[in-house]
């Protein structure tokens, strides 16, 4: 990689993720992590106590991310592999005729063969084994680029209230180690109730980053702040949300519902992805229980998931559509989310000393 020079909160994040592979600088910090900022300083003015964090691209190939605490500074690693991975899940959605075919001119795009698996977690893998995909209709490639940003908002974020709900404090304060990274890990040594507690902080970061994901929707929405491009695309706020959860729905389903032993669900760092997809739209649900657009608003999230499951089946020779959906109807499945739910009463006690932010109550 060329040697470039960098600026001190480049070194300090350079430090801060050395144990990943440090800072990647061989380009010019993208359009997209300049988005993922953005999102980031909008929510510290509506609360301007939530603290700095040094965003910046992790030079790892896998998809992942990171939250840490290095000399009392907050850190956000988004890995390479994560930004590009997006991009081209996207863009080689939009660039399939058969997918979201009402948007734009999708009889404009090149047949595609599918990939005999879709589940690719390393960009260097899908580079080696196919060429990049670019939309040909522009509306459709606006929306693939909207896409990629949102989702990549979604997990910055998510990686933001690691930080400022005292996850990353607590994990220091436990085991000298404050940092928590977004990829899943099996463990049989480590208790059930060390896993439950990393579950239940990824649970409420899933939370935090869909309840602040919907607000930074709607002032998008008052503020049409979108290319011209997406204006036949975005007609209704409806419309916006529905891409949005696509775009969210698509973060989980990248991860595969992998083989799971449901007798043991308890054993592993985070949730099962299945079961995110499903916290999140139930939580999605009842912000608005209340609202005269409930219905409205759960089944337009709801159909662009299933839109969106149905998408990689299109792309992918061995994705079993609905797979997720399936997985979550068994009843460990059932069981696992409710003792999440439970856990929280266990876990927000041990964050009351480090959050910044405030946290959930617990429901009784």
Not at 337 to 347: C, D, T
Request: aromatic share 10%; glycine share 4%; proline share 3%.
């Amino acid at each position: 990689m060329q040697e470039v020079n960098l600026t001190s909160d480049e070194r300090e994040f350079d430090y801060a993720f050395k144990f990943k592979g440090g800072i990647r600088k061989d380009f010019e910090v993208p359009v997209v992590l300049k988005g993922a900022q953005n999102a980031i300083d909008v929510l510290r003015k509506l609360k301007p106590i939530l603290p700095e964090a040094n965003i910046n691209i992790v030079n790892d190939s896998t998809f992942g991310a990171c939250a840490t605490k290095v000399d009392m500074k907050y850190f956000i690693g988004i890995n390479y592999g994560t930004y590009m991975l997006l991009f081209a899940l996207f863009c080689r959605m939009l660039g399939n005729k058969d997918i979201l075919s009402s948007i734009g001119n999708s009889s404009n795009e090149i047949d595609q063969e599918k990939l005999f698996n879709i589940h690719i977690l390393d960009i260097n893998l899908l580079a080696a084994i196919t060429e990049p995909v670019i939309p040909v209709d522009s509306t459709r490639k606006a929306l693939a680029f909207w896409l990629a940003n949102k989702a990549l908002h979604t997990i910055t974020i998510h990686e933001y209230a690691h930080i400022i709900n005292g996850h990353c404090d607590l994990m220091l304060n436990i085991n000298s180690n404050g940092i928590i990274t977004e990829n899943l890990r099996h463990n049989s040594i480590v208790s059930s109730e060390d896993m439950m507690l990393s579950q239940t902080l990824e649970f409420d970061a899933d939370a935090y980053s869909t309840l602040k994901g919907l607000t930074l929707l709607n002032m998008e929405w008052n503020q049409k702040a979108f290319v011209d491009e997406l204006n036949s695309v975005f007609k209704s706020f409806t419309d916006m949300l529905s891409m949005w959860s696509f775009a969210n729905y698509s973060i989980w389903k990248l991860f595969g519902v992998g083989n799971y032993d449901l007798d043991r669900l308890s054993t592993y760092s985070h949730p099962p992805p299945s079961i995110r997809q499903r916290l999140a739209l139930d939580l999605i649900s009842t912000i608005h229980l209340d609202s005269n657009k409930c219905d409205e608003v759960v089944s337009a999230c709801l159909n662009a998931a299933l839109e969106a499951d149905r998408s990689f089946e299109k792309l992918s020779q061995t994705v079993e559509t609905l797979e997720g959906w399936k997985m979550n109807q068994d009843p460990r499945c059932e069981e696992h989310m409710e003792s999440l739910r439970g856990n929280w009463k266990n876990v927000r006690p041990l964050l009351v000393t480090y959050s910044i932010n405030g946290l959930a109550p617990i429901q009784e």
